[in-house]
């Protein structure tokens, strides 16, 4: 599963290359690209020194919604807080759980035109729906009914749950454990690589300034946020099960390790869209290219990697679990960081991680 970024940067080395022996600047530009392409960390950390913080836009609460202004575009989230269940992982045998777990996702997490945040923070779980469009009218009916299946889905599922208003709402979106950072001192040297590569007329700077540029486009109209003192911004970049056919019992008592850890004060957020047919294809298409060009070329990492790929097609077809694409943040100490990532959630300290919630 290669991503747009592996494809231009592909394109930009080959076009490197041809045109070396024409036009030295040319390969100078495109031997730039491919280095800002391959290196995003030169954009976080020109976002970060230019607003001392990650940017998040500012949102407008309504009486049920929030808003999110991107352009000519408006993103709209609704939420439901989860007050109660019947029953919870303590309480419930290895089929129970993994049906009931099921059920919720397979009924409630259905939309391909919209998004959703799974957030627990202070002890509370609250389910997010996040949709963007340009008619405000359709995308409140989008929404609308996206929140009825959420909803369908928690009755299943024996939960009890309460709409959130748009105060609420926006306490979880911007939670108090995320504070807003001051102006960065470094605001003038950040604006100054846009115009290092000119000033110098070194090519090779170019990078730097795409970096610069972009994180003065990317920071307009946002204040930048950091944890709170005691805390680290986490992002997800791993699940270790996915490539696994693990056992009922072994979901479970993850489960129950994930449970106990929420039941602190840690914020966690998982940003979910349904997979779409494409990238369930991709399992499969990796996991058969794998695997011929491991044993072509006597390779045992590929092979090995293929039987983890056909693993999780194993997931799919014989457990006909739905494919869904995650992001993740996490606000917590290490500590509490180090408990999720033994049951194989991978998190690494980033701040650009607070995407999640914008």
């Known amino acids: 599963m290669v991503s747009w970024r592996t494809y231009l940067a592909a394109l930009s080395l080959l076009g490197a290359l041809l045109t070396a022996s ?13 280095f800002a392409l391959l290196t995003p960390e030169v954009l976080q950390l020109a976002v970060l020194a230019l607003n001392g913080g990650w940017p998040l836009p500012d949102i407008l609460c309504l009486k049920h919604a929030c ?6 575009e408006y993103c709209a989230f609704y939420g439901v807080k989860v007050t109660d269940c019947r029953h919870g992982c303590y309480d ?46 359709e995308l409140r009916r989008t929404l609308e009914k996206h929140l009825r299946r959420v909803e369908e889905a928690l009755s299943l599922t024996g939960c009890s749950w309460e709409r959130m208003n748009g105060q609420s ?15 960065s001192p470094l605001r003038l040297a ?9 000033a110098l007329r070194a090519p090779f700077l170019l ?8 994180a003065l486009l990317l920071s307009q109209g946002r204040g930048g946020y950091t944890a709170a003192s005691g805390l ?13 056919l693990a056992s009922l019992s ?18 966690l957020a998982l940003r979910v869209r349904p997979a779409a047919p494409e990238e369930e294809q991709a399992i499969d298409t990796e996991a058969y290219r794998s695997y011929e060009v491991g044993t072509a070329l006597e390779k045992l990492s590929l092979i090995h990697r293929s039987t983890k790929f056909f693993a999780a097609a194993r997931r799919r077809w014989e457990r006909r679990e739905a494919l869904y694409v995650v992001s993740g943040l996490l606000v917590a100490t290490q500590s509490q960081q180090k408990i999720l990532e033994r049951i194989g959630l991978r998190f690494i300290r980033l701040p650009s991680a607070l995407e999640v919630i914008s």
Request: glycine share 8%; proline share 4%.
């Open 22 to 34: 024409h036009s030295r600047l040319l390969a100078e530009l495109l031997a730039a690209l491919l």
């Open 169 to 183: 709402l926006r306490r979880v979106l911007r939670p108090s454990c995320l504070v807003p950072s001051g102006r």
């Open 92 to 137: 419930l045998s290895e089929k129970e759980f993994f049906s009931l777990s099921t059920t919720f996702f397979h009924v409630g997490l259905v939309g391909g035109d919209a998004e959703y945040l799974l957030i627990t923070w202070n002890q509370h779980y609250y389910v997010v729906i996040r949709a963007c469009g340009k008619d405000p009218y």
């Open 232 to 244: 680290h911004v986490y992002t997800l970049v791993s699940i270790d099960s996915f490539y696994s």
């Open 190 to 198: 950040v604006a100054g690589l846009v115009l290092l590569p000119l």
């Open 207 to 214: 990078p730097l300034g795409l970096a610069g540029l972009a």
């Open 67 to 72: 808003l999110e202004t991107t352009g000519r």
């Open 250 to 267: 072994d979901i479970l008592s993850r489960a129950k390790i994930v449970y106990s850890s929420c039941a602190k004060d840690l914020y």
